[in-house]
């Protein structure tokens, strides 16, 4: 009896002594990636762009880094999803039209949102027109996003 609360009180030394990761935020040129405790990551495009209402455009994934994305690309419009288009040329996507009456737009996870960011990564604005101009989201960093969530992932359990 002795001896297993001894190790049950080294078992929870070593837990307290380890702990886990802490919450961590970085900016990539536009692009804003917070990771919590969980190590669930989320990034999002933060530049306002010029000429016209800006995009949200999100990607949000759970750790371990080999679990499947989510991506959502929505504008705060009730007329609903329009096409995307990445550089001013259409783009096809296989991602969902979603509409809740106040955002519209696309969303997609597993292989549709990991094949939506493969698109994504050359490009340097996408863009979803509408009655008002086109709604867009700048690119840049978004690839260093990606890989800053992936190294933030992979830190846990991998050392």
């Known amino acids: 009896m002795r001896y297993l609360l001894s190790l049950a009180a080294c078992l929870a030394g070593i837990a307290h002594a380890a702990p886990g990761p802490l919450p961590v935020e970085k900016t990539f040129k536009d692009w804003y990636v917070a990771c919590d405790n969980t190590l669930r990551c989320t990034a999002v495009a933060v530049h306002e762009m010029e000429g016209g209402a800006n995009l949200?455009?999100?990607?949000?994934?759970?750790?371990?880094?080999?679990a499947a994305p989510t991506v959502d690309a929505l504008t705060w419009t009730s007329a609903g999803p329009r096409p995307l288009s990445l550089d001013g040329k259409p783009l096809a996507t296989a991602l969902a039209p979603v509409n809740d009456g106040e955002a519209a737009g696309w969303h997609g996870e597993g292989d549709t949102a990991s094949a939506f960011l493969a698109a994504l990564r050359n490009g340097r604005v996408l863009s979803q027109p509408g009655p008002d101009g086109a709604a867009s989201a700048s690119l840049d960093g978004l690839t260093a996003s990606l890989l800053f969530m992936d190294e933030q992932q992979r830190a846990f359990g991998h050392a």
């Open 56 to 66: 949200l455009l999100r990607i949000s994934r759970q750790a371990p880094f080999d």
